[in-house]
T-cell receptor, first 114, second 115 residues
Framework: ETGVTQTPRHLVMGMTNKKSLKCEQH?????MYWYKQSAKKPLELMFV???????ENNSVPSRFSPECPNSSHLFLHLHTLQPEDSALYLC?????????????FGPGTRLTVL | AQSVAQPEDQVNVAEGNPLTVKCTYS??????LFWYVQYPNRGLQFLLK??????LVKGSYGFEAEFNKSQTSFHLKKPSALVSDSALYFC?????????????FGSGTRLSIRP
């Protein structure tokens, strides 16, 4: 899984903390994604960036703030989270945001909100 | 509306036996279908996809899937299961003319292969 890396792999934070998740892709792709994976729920697409521009925001609360400074890096800034935000956060990338392009996933960040 | 269903939460198979993990979909227009696998504490790994052409798609680790338009299905199969195939499997669909980013994942099927 060296194609898409995510740091940290595990994160525990209080509801008043501010933290950031980092994703880096080494595949030369132009599209990047954030997903939330909760227990017993389907994978939820959060944000999509194509050529560093946000093209999708799936009604995600403002306590989640994405940033894509270049096509290789994607961040998810977190502040005043709730316990129900505890989940595995997955980053993915694809050549473009075309219908047929395969998405390649990172290992995820396991987030626990106390 | 676009949707995908994996009707089985868990599938149990003996090693060496054939396995099938079921997936059905509902889209307006032509579907683009994907299978991913997730091992514990790992992200999703791409197995195979159907875009167009031959209905039988071959993928990684000896897996294959058959696109059946009349039954709106895309079941994942393998002729002979290995213990190392035990993992969580996700089917996903995108449809032409929908938002390019609207990939929908199924809820996942846990595959357990017993020695």
């Amino acid at each position: 899984e060296t194609g898409v890396t995510q740091t940290p792999r595990h994160l525990v934070m209080g509801m008043t903390n501010k933290k950031s998740l980092k994703c880096e892709q080494h595949l030369g792709h132009n599209a990047m994604y954030w997903y939330k994976q909760s227990a017993k729920k389907p994978l939820e697409l959060m944000f999509v960036y194509s050529l560093e521009e946000r093209v999708e925001n799936n009604s995600v609360p403002s306590r989640f703030s994405p940033e894509c400074p270049n096509s290789s890096h994607l961040f998810l800034h977190l502040h005043t989270l709730q316990p129900e935000d505890s989940a595995l956060y997955l980053c993915a990338s694809s050549q473009s945001d075309s219908y047929t392009d395969t998405q390649y996933f990172g290992p995820g960040t396991r987030l626990t909100v106390l | 509306a676009q949707s995908v269903a994996q009707p089985e939460d868990q599938v149990n198979v003996a090693e060496g036996n054939p396995l099938t993990v079921k997936c059905t979909y509902s889209v307006s227009g032509n579907p683009y279908l994907f299978w991913y696998v997730q091992y514990p504490n790992r992200g999703l790994q791409f197995l195979l996809k159907y875009i167009t052409g031959d209905n039988l798609v071959k993928g990684s680790y000896g897996f294959e899937a058959e696109f059946n338009k009349s039954q709106t299905s895309f079941h994942l199969k393998k002729p002979s299961a290995l213990v190392s195939d035990s993992a969580l499997y996700f089917c996903a669909v995108r449809a032409l003319y929908s938002s390019a980013s609207k990939i929908i994942f199924g809820s996942g099927t846990r595959l357990s292969i017993r020695p």
